[in-house]
């Protein structure tokens, strides 16, 4: 029997194809008809690393990449996915899979795209002398334990074999039904056999097989901005309706709202804290607040001893109470954030705003009062150690909305909080990940792919990387398993559920509020849309 | 280092000393070296100092000066006596970028924060900082610059060059360092922050004092000083510093202001006052995002930092007006 | 004169050295591992972060990393960034740009502070010395991440000037801005001591003496008093060549340029030390040579200064 997610997914591709059909196969849009001749100008930040799609692990250059390549899947604007490289991904039990690509694509080299493509780069994302920053994601494949091992010589992942040039079988380590979904993230992009001859070479110059290609050598003036052009070649959901696109550098959104609203740049994907409040003035009707699959939390780790058993349970619950989420979001974001009733985003598939625990995450200051009075009874508060609230300084806007959160709980509870600014995003990373915080710490994620365990396994399970919190609850961590390892995803989701059921008692992190991309565009473009993870659909976007 | 060929003073170049010197150069046998002395010591204002003092407390400047002065480190020392509120434990959202209500005389911060609190109980850490660095700076700066340029030779060339090393250090840098200091990181208050902002302040100071300590040192009234008999360093504390000092005055008076403000700054990478700590600096920061919707907000802590660095300014002025002697004489 | 230059010349050897150890111990010692900047948000495994350690030589001890430092230096060889960028690739990206930013900000603030200084101190007490007072305590007591985002925005922004951000090229209009609002705080600098000195000069016997001698009003103020009064100003503004290129991390950031003070910034933050070396040791032999004119300049400014 075929594994139901592979039907599904050729029924979202077939919609898709329908859609762009039905609009009679030309070029433009399916909305207004725009300027498809226009290079639409775009914020971006300099790309941290060289521009290899499984060395890039963070948005400056992931929303780079995206353009220049096309993985077997992609993600529509909501999330869903739709393919793109692939003709086919089949599984039985959702261990082994077999991928069929579609025949005819090439890299804009000329190179085309065959099952060595993806094998070769995912064996060089994954192998240890590469050292490649997104290897962990190839961690479910087979053999990617001895390949990634500190030291290790062996550069391929026995799960994959190619078996033909369109068709590779991938074979997981355990069954995890979500696996297909993450294949549209970027470290799961082919890449040219030249890229893994000079890795160095090709990160300054790029060669993908996406919608959009370097504007020739040299298209990379760092720090200042990216060149892309459409590639004629490429064929699928994701053609480009403009001339172009530039990456221009900003160091902060403060300063790219200014271009933004004096018609210098086109597309702002985050308005800054400052200007929140005057967005939808100074843009009229050229502004958009799209959710998308990311939030914010503050994860409290287990190690202090004010907050770990039964009493901290209680202060846990006490200090999520004493937050008045609704008021923040709107006076601080101006409505720009959802106050969060879950642990992960509402833009995912299996979300449910009424999970048992929920009302952990209201306002409700009475209660909080009396459970950090039942707390005191069990255990008395240490008053030498008082709650901290790291964050980092350099990068995004924390310092307000910690603030406000401080003043939320010192008024409702009269204990004393503060704010702790960490020069660097290094340095508290650092702190945390060794282990060694006094206070709490702001936590959030930003999903790599839609997919409710992607904001639970990497974050609560016993000693994932991103657990901040030190939690550990074997309830949970199997809780997580099973649902990785569901028949079917409605299964999976109602055992995610079921886990996040677990966090919403415990609170190892507080969750605070949803992320919702709120972003504009200028007089020259139109059809602006954002897509499941706050990057506008760039491809999309026309002149006027 | 400059060295001087010819220490005959040029002519044109007279700088008038304190002492009433005739035109005319009498020769050394005739007024016997001993006479000069005691005749000095017996006028009645023989220190500069004092005579200074003297001058200032007749100028209005000064007076007006004191005066705030003494009221900001009043409000600074007994902020409880200017307003009722409990300013860091009262600030409601619901207030959020409020207008002056009653009790509330100019509104509110964008945090629900009562203004007229936050701003009376941020002069205590601002003027420390502000006060304190700029006197280390001018101690620190002053003294090795005052030597350097005095000395000249080998002293200046190691005191100058490691001015160099620390002007050019990036101030985030060796700030982020001073930082994660174990007994400063647990600990952060104003006086991580002064000892930051002195670390970094001191060769500014430093190369202002060597220059006018260069251009006065050949001075006719130091030379004669120390033809006198009077040692290398008493001449420089006695007559080349107190003649040296305008333009470090003037250097000091702006910096306290800037030094208040650059608080600010290092708040904003991330490394100033922790941000319960109430500071003008800390405020308007936080001012800044809601700046085109509540500009009040920032307004006032720039007003009271303002009057601030205006009165001690002013009190710059009064002093240099007061220790010119040709000022003086008219 | 000759041996003079050659001895501060000397000099710089061990400021270059004394700079570069003290620098490289500071990032050395800046809190938080390197490879938590690397790695990002989401971390990376721990087999990758000692890949990452062993590349950059971030587990050798200080000395070891000192000296390779200074090792590839001599070769010519800065060595790369993080992002696998080499440094002298960088250094040569963004000096051009702040070179000319810094100029323009010190031509500016020199101008217009001795200038208006020049005024405010002849006019002394009265309303333009005044209005001058009131200008540069709001220059003082407003920070530059205000003045400077107020400026962009009125001159930018709403009447349009000028663009409100300065594009790759960073051509000297597009530069105008951003050089006004860096070269502000000196400019208050500028203009308060200028003014101490010409009220002290113009009381002066020469100054007197030269207006005696029937000299024109202009010639007396033009010469006399201000070639006396330059001696603070030029000292001052030697010293500040070196802050406005290394320090304009608030004005570089709202403007959106290119340079030294924001890759200095972002280095420091990144703990990547053979960046912020580099880069700070050429700030120090620009500020040293600064500081050298300067020095020279006292002698033509005051003739009783002279140089062995």
């Known amino acids: 029997m075929r594994y139901s997610r592979t039907s599904k997914m050729l029924g979202v591709a077939a919609i898709a194809a329908l859609a762009l059909s039905a609009c009679g196969g030309g070029d433009s849009s399916t909305e207004s008809e725009g300027d498809a001749s226009r290079v639409i100008v775009v914020d971006g930040s300099e790309p941290q690393h060289p521009l290899i799609p499984t060395n890039t692990n963070e948005v400056g250059?992931?929303?780079?990449?995206?353009?220049?390549?096309?993985?077997?899947?992609?993600?529509?604007?909501?999330?869903?996915?739709?393919?793109?490289?692939?003709?086919?991904?089949?599984?039985?039990?959702?261990?082994?899979?077999?991928?069929?690509?579609k025949e005819g694509k090439t890299f804009t080299n000329g190179d085309p795209v065959t099952a060595s493509s993806f094998v070769d780069a995912w064996n060089y994302g994954a192998a240890a002398k590469n050292a490649q920053l997104s290897s962990y994601f190839f961690e479910s494949i087979e053999g990617y334990d001895e390949a990634a091992a500190e030291g290790s010589t062996v550069e391929e992942m026995s799960g994959l074999k190619v078996v033909d040039d369109l068709t590779f079988t991938v074979k997981l380590s355990q069954p995890e039904s979500?696996?297909?979904?993450?294949?549209?993230?970027?470290?799961?992009?082919?890449?040219p056999a030249e890229a893994l001859e000079n890795p160095e070479k090709f990160g300054e110059n790029p060669v993908g097989n996406g919608p959009y290609k370097f504007d020739g050598e040299g298209?990379?003036?760092?720090?200042?901005?990216?060149?892309?052009?459409?590639?004629?070649?490429?064929?699928?959901?994701?053609?480009?309706?403009?001339?172009?696109?530039t990456f221009k550098m900003y160091q902060n959104d403060t300063t790219a709202y200014q271009d933004l609203i004096s018609d210098n740049l086109d597309v702002l994907k985050t308005i800054p804290t400052s200007d929140i409040q005057n967005f939808k003035n100074d843009l009229g009707d050229r502004w958009i607040e799209a959710p998308y699959a990311g939030n914010q939390t503050i994860a409290i780790p287990y190690y202090l001893d004010n907050w770990d058993g039964e009493a901290g349970k209680l202060r846990r619950q006490a200090i999520s109470m004493a937050i008045n989420r609704d008021e923040i979001t709107k006076v601080i974001f101006n409505n720009g954030r959802t106050p969060a009733k879950e642990f992960t985003?509402?833009?995912?598939?299996?979300?449910?705003?009424?999970?048992?625990?929920?009302?952990?995450?209201?306002?409700?200051?009475?209660?909080?009062?009396?459970?950090?009075?039942?707390?005191?009874?069990?255990?008395?508060?240490?008053?030498?150690?008082?709650?901290?609230?790291?964050?980092?300084?350099?990068?995004?806007?924390?310092?307000?909305?910690?603030?406000?959160?401080?003043?939320?709980?010192?008024?409702?509870?009269?204990?004393?909080?503060?704010?702790?600014?960490?020069?660097?995003?290094?340095?508290?990373?650092?702190?945390?990940?060794?282990?060694?915080?006094?206070?709490?710490i702001r936590a959030g994620w930003q999903a790599d792919y839609p997919s409710l365990a992607n904001f639970l396994g990497p974050i609560y399970t016993t000693g994932a990387g991103s657990n901040d919190a030190r939690y550990s609850n074997e309830k949970f961590d199997k809780a997580v398993s099973e649902g990785l390892s569901a028949g079917s995803v409605e299964e999976g989701n109602q055992a995610m559920n079921d886990a996040q059921e677990m966090l919403l008692e415990d609170l190892p992190a507080i969750p605070l509020w949803y992320q919702v991309a709120q972003g504009g565009w200028s007089n020259n473009v139109e059809n602006v849309e954002f897509g499941w993870n706050g990057v506008p659909l760039y491809y999309a976007i026309t002149g006027k | 280092m400059p060295e001087i060929e010819n220490p005959t003073p040029s002519p044109r170049r007279a700088k008038t000393s304190a002492y009433p010197v005739e035109h005319f150069v009498a020769d050394v046998s005739e007024t016997p070296v001993a006479a000069t002395d005691s005749k000095i010591s017996d006028d009645a204002p023989t220190s500069l100092w004092r005579e200074a003092w003297r001058n200032l407390r007749k100028q209005p400047l000064f007076i007006i000066s004191a005066i705030l002065i003494i009221a900001v480190i009043f409000v600074a020392l007994f902020p409880g006596l200017f307003t009722n509120e409990a300013p860091n434990d009262n600030c409601m959202l619901s207030n959020s970028d409020g207008g002056p209500a009653p009790g509330h005389l100019l509104g509110f911060t964008q945090q629900g924060c009562d203004i007229l609190a936050r701003v009376?109980?941020?002069?205590?850490?601002?003027?420390?900082?502000?006060?304190?660095?700029?006197?280390?700076?001018?101690?620190?700066?002053?003294?090795?610059?005052?030597?350097?340029?005095?000395?000249?030779?080998?002293?200046?060339?190691?005191?100058?060059?490691?001015?160099?090393?620390?002007?050019?250090?990036?101030?985030?840098?060796?700030?982020?360092?001073?930082?994660?200091?174990?007994?400063?990181?647990?600990?952060?208050?104003?006086?991580?922050?002064?000892?930051?902002?002195?670390?970094?302040?001191?060769?500014?100071?430093?190369?202002?004092?060597?220059?006018?300590?260069?251009?006065?040192?050949?001075?006719?009234?130091?030379?004669?000083?120390?033809?006198?008999?009077?040692?290398?360093?008493?001449?420089?504390?006695?007559?080349?510093?107190?003649?040296?000092?305008?333009?470090?005055?003037?250097?000091?008076?702006?910096?306290?202001?800037?030094?208040?403000?650059?608080?600010?700054?290092?708040?904003?990478?991330?490394?100033?006052?922790?941000?319960?700590?109430?500071?003008?600096?800390?405020?308007?920061?936080?001012?800044?995002?809601?700046?085109?919707t509540n500009p009040m907000a920032l307004f006032w802590p720039g007003l009271a930092l303002s009057l601030t660095v205006l009165s001690f300014i002013m009190l710059g002025d009064a002093l240099q007006d007061a220790l010119d002697p040709k000022a003086r004489k008219r | 004169?000759?041996?003079?230059?050659?001895?501060?010349?000397?000099?710089?050897?061990?400021?270059?050295?004394?700079?570069?150890?003290?620098?490289?111990?500071?990032?050395?010692?800046?809190?938080?591992?390197?490879?938590?900047?690397?790695?990002?948000?989401?971390?990376?495994?721990?087999?990758?972060?000692?890949?990452?350690?062993?590349?950059?030589?971030?587990?050798?001890?200080?000395?070891?990393?000192?000296?390779?430092?200074?090792?590839?230096?001599?070769?010519?060889?800065?060595?790369?960034?993080?992002?696998?960028?080499?440094?002298?690739?960088?250094?040569?990206?963004?000096?051009?740009?702040?070179?000319?930013?810094?100029?323009?900000?010190?031509?500016?603030?020199?101008?217009?502070?001795?200038?208006?200084?020049?005024?405010?101190?002849?006019?002394?007490?009265?309303?333009?010395?005044?209005?001058?007072?009131?200008?540069?305590?709001?220059?003082?007591?407003?920070?530059?991440?205000?003045?400077?985002?107020?400026?962009?925005?009125?001159?930018?922004?709403?009447?349009?000037?000028?663009?409100?951000?300065?594009?790759?090229?960073?051509?000297f209009t597009e530069l105008i801005l951003p050089a006004l609002v860096l070269g502000l705080v000196s400019f208050a600098y500028v203009l308060r001591l200028t003014r101490t000195a010409v009220i002290e000069n113009a009381s002066a016997d020469y100054v007197r003496t030269a207006t005696a001698k029937g000299l024109s009003r202009r010639r007396v103020i033009g010469v006399h008093v201000m070639r006396n009064s330059m001696i603070p100003v030029a000292t001052f503004l030697g010293a500040d060549l070196g802050a406005l290129m290394g320090g304009a991390i608030v004005t570089e950031g709202i403007f959106n340029v290119n340079g030294v003070g924001n890759t200095l910034y972002r280095a420091v933050l990144n703990g990547e030390a053979p960046v912020v070396v580099s880069i700070v040791t050429v700030l120090i032999l620009i500020f040293c040579l600064a500081n050298l004119l300067v020095d020279l300049l006292y002698a033509w400014l005051d003739p009783r200064i002279r140089y062995a």
């Open chain 1, 61 to 101: 250059g992931g929303q780079v990449l995206d353009l220049l390549f096309a993985g077997l899947i992609s993600y529509d604007a909501e999330g869903k996915s739709q393919n793109e490289m692939a003709e086919s991904i089949e599984t039985e039990d959702s261990q082994n899979y077999t991928i069929t690509l």
């Open chain 1, 219 to 245: 298209a990379w003036q760092h720090n200042q901005q990216i060149d892309l052009v459409p590639n004629e070649d490429y064929e699928g959901p994701r053609e480009a309706q403009n001339g172009g696109v």
């Open chain 3, 1 to 171: 004169m000759a041996w003079y230059l050659v001895r501060r010349f000397l000099q710089l050897i061990p400021v270059f050295l004394g700079a570069t150890l003290l620098i490289y111990f500071l990032v050395f010692s800046l809190p938080g591992d390197a490879t938590a900047a690397i790695c990002g948000e989401k971390g990376c495994t721990p087999a990758v972060e000692a890949s990452i350690r062993a590349q950059y030589n971030l587990d050798e001890p200080f000395w070891v990393q000192y000296f390779l430092y200074l090792k590839g230096l001599l070769t010519f060889d800065l060595g790369t960034n993080f992002a696998g960028r080499p440094i002298a690739e960088i250094i040569a990206n963004v000096f051009p740009t702040t070179a000319k930013l810094a100029v323009m900000a010190l031509v500016f603030e020199a101008v217009a502070g001795v200038v208006v200084g020049l005024f405010a101190g002849l006019k002394k007490g009265k309303l333009f010395d005044s209005t001058v007072l009131v200008v540069s305590l709001v220059v003082i007591a407003v920070p530059i991440f205000v003045l400077g985002f107020l400026m962009q925005f009125l001159i930018g922004v709403k009447l349009e000037w000028t663009n409100p951000t300065v594009s790759g090229d960073a051509t």
């Open chain 1, 345 to 440: 985003a509402p833009v995912l598939d299996g979300y449910s705003d009424s999970l048992e625990g929920s009302e952990n995450l209201e306002f409700n200051p009475e209660k909080a009062k009396e459970l950090w009075k039942q707390a005191e009874e069990l255990e008395p508060f240490d008053k030498s150690k008082p709650l901290t609230i790291a964050y980092n300084a350099d990068k995004g806007d924390h310092k307000t909305w910690v603030q406000a959160v401080v003043n939320s709980i010192k008024n409702e509870l009269g204990i004393e909080v503060t704010g702790k600014p960490f020069a660097s995003f290094k340095e508290v990373r650092t702190v945390a990940t060794e282990g060694k915080l006094t206070g709490a």
């Open chain 1, 178 to 191: 979500d696996f297909p979904l993450r294949l549209g993230y970027s470290a799961f992009y082919p890449m």
């Open chain 2, 120 to 292: 009376v109980y941020g002069t205590q850490s601002s003027l420390t900082v502000g006060l304190f660095a700029t006197i280390g700076v001018v101690i620190v700066g002053g003294l090795i610059g005052a030597v350097s340029g005095y000395f000249g030779g080998w002293v200046d060339a190691i005191l100058a060059r490691l001015g160099d090393i620390f002007f050019a250090l990036p101030l985030i840098l060796g700030a982020i360092v001073i930082v994660q200091v174990p007994f400063f990181r647990e600990n952060r208050n104003v006086w991580t922050l002064v000892l930051i902002l002195m670390t970094f302040g001191w060769p500014q100071i430093a190369r202002i004092t060597r220059a006018a300590v260069i251009e006065v040192r050949n001075a006719d009234f130091v030379t004669a000083a120390r033809s006198l008999g009077v040692s290398p360093f008493g001449a420089l504390v006695r007559h080349v510093i107190p003649n040296a000092l305008a333009p470090v005055i003037v250097i000091a008076t702006i910096s306290l202001g800037i030094f208040i403000v650059a608080e600010s700054t290092l708040s904003y990478l991330g490394i100033g006052l922790p941000p319960d700590v109430m500071s003008w600096g800390n405020d308007i920061f936080a001012a800044k995002s809601s700046l085109r």
